[in-house]
């Protein structure tokens, strides 16, 4: 059982599509992290959040507490945004971490 | 600046020999983390280190032990590897906040 789900596990654009990267949890969090790892392995950080939305370039992402549930979404998307993109839940001093979602832009 | 440094990057060990994984963080964070990432299954935490002296066992402990030797060292060894710790383990530090970085990782081959 995973405490935190992502969908869908591979994904395939064309430059300029729209994107949705989903994640469900099902633990109770004080915030919840969205990553991205490069193909040659190195994870940056990309949004933190505990409610509503946020937005950084073309990435946004929304969180619904409620439903314990978060996307990410990248608008225009490049084939530079190919990556492995990991939502992580935080529980006290624990991060929980989705599977990932491997995102293919082809140009 | 250098952030979390991890070394080495590759390693390939046999069965039954010693290791261990160096993790330097120098943005004075409190907490410090060992994972390990596999195909399928995500980042797992191996340990935790939330301020120096303390440890504390992750999900998947077994077969490691971690040493906090200051604020800015965290490491990782493997007292007799085993092929099934084959695997690409990331430290990651944070300051107690949810933003965690990350190093550059450590692929690791056991025999």
């Known amino acids: 059982k995973n405490e935190v789900e992502q969908s869908p596990q591979n994904l395939t654009a064309q430059e300029g599509e729209f994107i949705t990267i989903n994640c469900s949890y099902s633990?109770?969090?004080?915030?919840l992290h969205w990553l991205q790892q490069h193909p040659g392995g190195g994870i940056v950080s990309l949004f933190m959040l505990s409610s509503g939305k946020k937005k950084h370039g073309r990435l946004i992402a929304t969180i619904n507490i409620q439903e314990k549930h978060s996307s990410l979404h990248i608008t225009a998307s490049h084939p530079r945004d190919s990556a492995v993109y990991i939502c992580a839940a935080m529980t006290g001093n624990q991060f929980y971490f989705g599977t990932g979602t491997s995102l293919t832009v082809i140009p | 600046n250098a952030g979390v440094t991890q070394t080495p990057k590759f390693q390939v060990l046999k069965t039954g020999q010693s290791m261990t994984l160096q993790c330097a963080q120098d943005?004075?964070?409190?907490?410090m983390y060992w994972y390990r990432q596999d195909p399928g299954m995500g980042l797992r935490l191996i340990y935790y280190s939330a301020s120096e002296g303390t440890t504390d066992k992750g999900e998947v402990p077994n077969g490691y032990n971690v040493s906090r030797l200051n604020k800015r060292e965290f490491s990782l060894r493997l007292e007799s590897a085993a092929p099934s710790q084959t695997s690409v383990y990331f430290c990651a530090s944070s300051d107690n906040s949810p933003i965690q970085y990350f190093g550059a990782g450590t692929r690791l081959s056991v025999l």
């Open positions: 943005m004075n964070h409190n907490s």
């Open positions: 633990v109770g969090i004080s915030a």
